[in-house]
């Protein structure tokens, strides 16, 4: 089976800073990845996604994530972070029954927190 | 215009009672999900239908029931609330390509928030 590490629970950054979110996977087959956003309150959001060809993934918002197959790892990042970006982000890998419905398996959420 | 619908967004009642949340999508995908947020925001799933058919059922207490009318929507009841219950619920969609895999990723709902008291 698939899993998911995120091996930050929380990161703290200042405004304007660069910050980089770590995600591992483990699985011995292909896999599509994920990256999603919750905000306070609500649902969650696709902010990028890895299905194949290029291993940098340019998303929403400015963040941009990137696939290393041989470590295992699809970190996102962020060159300048706003306060608004202060949310719960998830990795996720998707997970295949073929023909009988997939589903994405997440990791445990880094808490980012942005301040002035 | 809302892709996937919960209701209601906040459920306060008390412990053994039985309640209904309802979700719907208009996506048309073929399979929906729900999933359990708890406390520290870890994300499990539950149940998912395709196209109407039980296909994933967790390990999940029997209290837990969720039913598909049609592949639009899948509405979760629970009998005999518990206090362990609380956390909040996401329904969410996806459509998987020819091989299974979830490629476009799921449209999730706003949530409900479900506290027993």
């Known amino acids: 089976a698939q899993s998911v590490t995120q091996l930050d629970s929380q990161v703290p950054v200042f405004e304007e800073a660069p910050v980089e979110l770590r995600c591992n996977y483990s699985?011995?087959?292909?896999?599509?990845l994920f990256w999603y956003v919750q905000y306070p309150n609500q649902g969650l959001q696709l902010l990028l996604k890895?299905?194949?060809?290029?291993?940098l993934v340019k998303g929403i918002n400015g963040f941009e994530a990137e696939f290393n197959k041989s470590q295992t790892s699809f970190h996102l990042r962020k060159p300048s972070v706003h306060i608004s970006d202060t949310a719960e982000y998830f990795c996720?890998?998707?997970?295949?029954?073929?023909?009988?419905?997939?589903?994405?398996?997440f990791g445990q959420g880094t808490e980012l927190s942005v301040k002035p | 215009d809302t892709a996937v619908s919960q209701t209601p967004k906040y459920l306060v009642t008390q412990m053994g009672n039985d309640k209904s949340i309802k979700c719907e999508q208009n996506?048309?995908?073929?399979?929906m999900y729900w999933y359990k947020q708890d406390s520290k925001k870890f994300l499990k799933i539950m149940f998912s239908?395709?196209?109407?058919?039980?296909?994933i059922n967790e390990t999940v207490p029997n209290r837990f029931s969720p039913k598909s009318p049609d592949k639009a929507h899948l509405n979760l009841h629970i009998n005999s609330l518990e206090l362990g219950d609380s956390a909040v619920y996401f329904c969410?969609?996806?459509?998987?390509?020819?091989?299974?895999?979830?490629?476009?990723?799921?449209?999730f709902g706003s949530g409900t928030r479900l506290t027993v008291v």
């Open positions: 969410a969609s996806s459509q998987e390509n020819e091989k299974g895999y979830v490629n476009y990723g799921y449209t």
């Open positions: 699985s011995s087959v292909s896999v599509y």
């Open positions: 890895y299905l194949s060809g290029s291993t």
């Open positions: 996720a890998v998707s997970e295949s029954f073929y023909n009988q419905g997939g589903k994405l398996i």
């Open positions: 996506l048309g995908h073929d399979t």
């Open positions: 239908y395709n196209n109407k058919e039980l296909i």
